[in-house]
């Protein structure tokens, strides 16, 4: 008798086998386990979802992670969490690759070969906290350290503050290029003036039939672009009195400008004219329906319309139409952005923009603009202010006269994110001892001495207040949704274990055994309110809750009706703006954008992030400079050829996009490409970093980086690069190699 | 147009509303779907060369001249028609239409030949010309629930089938059926504007069919008769 083995037999039979040889016979099964003990909430298999917060950009939205068998799969928002409502932005989408890139630091390490070496030696995290602990013990005066961060999560910020007052030192400087390109601090101090507050106001675009946009990117990552992306949903189709229309006024078309209903190319740094002239319109042809402008009328006094059209180049006609159609709109706001932030004459102009809310009456009412209600515990209200450019360049000039010992840094990348010529690079070799926290090995930590290397967001603790808020109190918490990855520990950690190892003042300071145990002393604060969406009866309970949800919040709406000072009883101010390189010389106004995918560059070694398509022109991995279809023709280039681009301080070359969107005058350039470290996938882009080219002045009246105010020139090269473009320039669609 | 086994009015036929007054081109969609999707990642080079793998693509469109300038938006992705191109063209039937009006693939019996990427008028599918690479540990980033493909298939957008199915699983052990909204493919879910919405077509008070109704509403190149499953309600009125 000959029976044929059939295939599915031979595997019966080897699997039995196999389960025969390889365990005791008492075993009646085979279970493929990847953990020895499974963890408590783990079943093989099974999904497991963790709330916590994203770290991509300092917005603060809710996330939920899936993971399964212990690992993370699938980043979505969080559905309950009232700022982004479950939605998600490409960048939040894309966490997963902070974590698992295979590009990390996997211990703390010490630079072997010396500074710049990239040599690097791993260490006992024991052996590098007392190497740490010893340069903070050996300082001759507190005053000799110096700290500069990124807009990091709050917790973090409460003990480094804590931290550096014990030991006399100045308070963290924060700065960062993401903050400085939405005008975070220029945003604050407008809120200040105006509104005598701190906070970042709401603009409510929800419930606004018409949007005024001075140079705000809001869908792409400006402040809370998801949030404001929720909102233009329904501004747009989710409302019965109809759908809103936007304007947007930029020199450069935006994805937010194209889903804009109009684009109004405004000469750059002149976007202050047109809301003055917009704002003498309403005031002087009394437009609208608030009554009496009489109250208005000094603000307005000196503003000659004529004047404006001709400085900004919007013509009188447009601008009146707006006026009509700001100031008759049931709900109308006007919103300062970034771009205006970045120029030399940036807060007068953001005044100007801001006042137009005052004049419609839309201060404190719905579609309007509103601040947010704080958090209910006052521990939980201090939050990281960004520090100013003369901050970073006072550190600067300390770091090059030899008065700092020991630099820390954290979540900030100064030698990518400044501009080259504030001379970071060469100050930061007089300095004797420099630590970095970053988990990556970034263009600044190739020149750190120590890098303890911190947990990724996705395996870190922590909580944010999301400034801006929303229309209720929001605190949003974070927690680890994978057990770390490596031997990376959390920069709360290792300064909890830095006071415990100085003793004294700091230990008393910042006492807690670890971060969890300061988080949960913290958080634990708001058991008890009345306002929460959920209930504990006990604080373990409302900590268990905490984390389930994500954080905390009010469950209904509270919003704060702001009280305007007494800035609105002046003449606003009008300020010409002012570029620096000579217009003969340099004809062109640079515009260095934030991308969309790559923020301001920290997105740059995430695969999914580098192979997004810009939404405007299509290209994936690459640099590129936008021209004019004019200005391509007087400079004799088309697509895809090199130019160089020159200002009074750096060069770039790089091909050119003839961008159909962009005002003759002005060049843009996307931030975010041109990383010189920062792992294989930020290093597999050719190009310079943009951020060469910027000249380090500042608007004088918030110290903050005028990076929309430089002048460049540009000269073809003669040579061509190809971008990665998704659409078909040939006509042939795609695969046309050749 | 006859009626046939492809287009029951029984049953479900899954379809997707893409509200273009809602979009704003902020590629959220393009990078959930590639980490729900497992998509291969292909660099600069290859991705000049067109070999990119993005399920969703977001075509930009410009409209006049400056300063008159206009960009829109639109993503499309597989339009899942009723009427496919890209099935009968097939030789091994690796693409096939399921009773739920999906326009599936079956990626091991996928050879390579590509006709169904030639017959498809959407452009809206993509080949794999490389085995994909996932530096380690980025391969911990790979959704278990959907399989790797590898070099010579063809691939493009399911609606997220593994998620329709997750929903109706976890529905079937509560002992109910989805509700309308409850499935929602990744893309879907993350759009921060909903300008995406995902339904049942069939069911007539579900959303899609209510939006699918709304005077906004278009397909793309209906003169074709592929019948799709995606539908485009149109953006940029003014007080509409």
Redesign the interface.
């Known amino acids: 008798m000959s029976k044929k083995l059939t295939r599915r037999d031979f595997i019966k039979i080897a699997a039995g086998a196999t389960a025969a040889t390889g365990l005791a016979p008492v075993a009646r099964r085979i279970v493929i386990e990847p953990f020895v003990q499974p963890p408590e909430e783990t079943l093989p ?1 099974q999904a497991t979802w963790y709330a916590s917060t994203c770290r991509q950009c300092p917005a603060g939205c809710g996330i939920v992670v899936r993971t ?1 068998n212990g ?7 969080n559905p309950l969490h009232p700022l ?1 409502q ?9 966490g ?2 902070v974590l ?3 590009d990390r630091l996997r211990n703390a390490v010490r630079q072997s070969g010396g500074r710049g070496s990239r040599e690097y030696e791993p260490l006992y995290w024991s052996e590098a906290l007392d190497l740490l602990a010893e340069k903070v013990s050996s300082l001759g005066h507190p005053d000799r350290m110096a700290f500069l961060g990124g807009l990091m999560p709050d917790h973090l910020y409460q003990l480094t503050n804590s931290l550096l007052t014990a030991l006399g030192t100045a308070p963290p400087i924060i700065y960062d290029l993401q903050c400085t390109l939405e005008g975070r601090r220029p945003a604050t101090q407008l809120s200040q003036t105006f509104f005598g507050t701190a906070d970042l106001p709401v603009y409510d675009i929800a419930m606004s039939d018409v949007v005024f946009s001075f140079g705000a990117n809001l ?2 990552t400006w402040m809370s ?2 949030a404001q ?2 909102a ?2 329904s501004m ?3 409302k019965l009195s ?2 809103g ?1 936007i304007v947007q006024f930029e020199p450069r ?1 935006s ?5 804009a ?1 109009e ?1 109004i ?1 405004v000469r750059p740094g002149a976007e202050g004219y047109v809301a003055l002239a917009i704002g003498r319109i309403i005031v002087e042809e009394r437009l609208g329906h608030v009554g009496s402008h009489r109250d208005n009328a000094v603000l307005y006094q000196n503003v000659d319309v004529r004047e404006m059209s001709a400085a900004s180049e919007v013509s009188v006609d447009t601008l009146r139409r707006l006026a009509q159609a700001f100031a008759d709109a049931d709900r109308a706001v006007a919103i300062p952005g970034g771009y205006l932030s970045g120029q030399h004459n940036g807060f007068a102009s953001m005044l100007a923009v801001q006042a137009l809310n005052r004049i419609v009456a839309q201060i404190g009412r719905q579609g309007g603009v509103f601040l947010s209600t704080p958090a209910p515990t006052v521990a939980l209200r201090s939050k990281p202010e960004v520090n100013t450019l003369s901050d970073v360049r006072n550190l600067i000039k300390r770091m090059n006269a030899g008065e700092v010992d020991l630099l820390l840094i954290h979540g900030t990348n100064p030698l990518y994110e400044l501009p080259a010529a504030l001379g970071f690079a060469e100050a930061i070799k007089h300095v004797p001892y420099v630590v970095s926290f970053s988990p990556f090995v970034d263009e600044t930590a190739v020149w750190a001495d120590l890098i303890l290397s911190d947990h990724t967001y996705l395996e870190s603790w922590g909580y944010q207040v999301p400034s801006p808020g929303t229309d209720r109190p929001v605190i949003s918490s974070q927690q680890p949704v994978v057990n770390p ?1 490596y031997d990376t520990r959390s920069t709360a950690q290792v300064l909890i274990e830095l006071a415990a190892r100085l003793g004294g003042r700091a230990v008393e300071a910042i006492p807690w055994a670890d971060e969890e145990s300061y988080l949960q002393e913290l958080v634990t604060e708001l058991y008890g309110s009345s306002l929460g969406a959920f209930d504990a009866r006990t604080p373990p309970g409302f900590w268990t809750l905490w984390r389930q949800y994500g954080g905390w919040w009010s469950e209904k709406e509270i919003r704060q009706e702001p009280e305007t000072t007494d800035i609105v009883q002046k003449p606003l101010p009008m300020v010409d703006p002012q570029f620096d390189g000579d217009p003969e010389e340099y004809p062109f106004h640079l515009y260095p954008y934030s991308s ?2 790559l923020t301001d560059g920290r997105g740059a070694n995430q ?7 810009d ?2 022109t ?1 290209v ?3 640099i590129w400079v936008e021209l ?3 200005t391509a023709e007087e400079l004799g280039v088309e697509d895809d050829d090199i130019v160089l681009v020159e200002s009074p301080y750096g060069t770039l070359e790089v091909s050119v996009f003839v961008y ?5 005058d002005v060049v843009a350039i996307p931030i975010g490409q041109g990383h010189q470290d920062y792992g ?1 996938f930020a290093q ?2 050719t190009g310079s970093n943009p951020l060469a080219l910027l000249a380090p002045i500042t608007d004088p009246d918030t110290e903050s980086l005028a990076w929309g105010a430089t002048r460049v020139r540009l000269s073809p090269t003669g040579r061509k690069k ?7 320039i040939d006509g042939q ?5 050749g | 147009m006859a009626k046939d086994a492809n287009q029951s009015d029984e049953g479900i036929r899954w379809a997707l509303v893409v509200d273009l007054d809602r979009c704003t081109g902020c590629q959220a969609c393009v990078v959930a779907c590639h980490a729900e999707n497992n998509l291969q990642i292909v660099g600069e080079k290859e991705a000049a060369y067109g070999r990119w793998t993005h399920w969703i693509i977001i075509h930009r469109y410009w409209e006049g001249e400056y300063p008159n300038v206009k960009a829109r938006f639109m993503p499309i992705m597989c339009q899942q028609c009723s009427e496919a191109p890209c099935e009968p063209v097939c030789p091994v039937f690796a693409t096939y239409h399921n009773e739920e009006g999906l326009n599936a693939q079956i990626y091991n019996r996928c050879i390579g030949t590509r006709f169904c990427g030639s017959a498809c008028p959407y452009k809206a599918r993509v080949y794999n010309w490389f085995r994909p690479e996932f530096p380690e540990p980025l391969t911990e980033q790979l959704n278990p629930d959907v399989s790797v493909r590898t070099r010579g298939i063809m691939e493009k957008c399911t609606f997220c089938i593994q998620r329709i199915r997750r929903v109706e699983i976890d529905a079937q052990a509560e002992g109910r059926s989805p509700t309308d909204g409850e499935i929602q493919p990744a893309c879907v879910q993350t759009c921060p504007t909903s300008a995406l919405i995902f339904g049942d077509l069939n069911d007539p008070n579900s959303h899609v069919s209510q939006l699918a109704h709304s005077r906004r509403s278009f397909r793309l190149l209906p003169e074709l008769g592929t019948d799709p499953g995606v539908i485009y309600l149109k953006g940029g009125e003014v007080n509409v």
């Open positions: 298999g399964i690992r993370a799969k699938k980043i979505e928002g982004n479950g939605k998600l932005c490409a960048r939040g989408q894309a997963l690759q698992y890139n295979p869908f792409e672009p998801v992306s929720v233009l949903g747009r189709q989710g109809g759908r229309l078309l994805a937010t400008g194209a889903s209903d684009w190319p990855l969309v995918a695969p999914w992030l580098q192979e997004t398509p939404p405007m299509t994936q991995w690459g004019n279809p004019q159909p969107g962009i005002r003759p294989r597999a882009v190809k971008l990665a473009r998704l659409e078909s669609g795609r695969e046309s190699i």
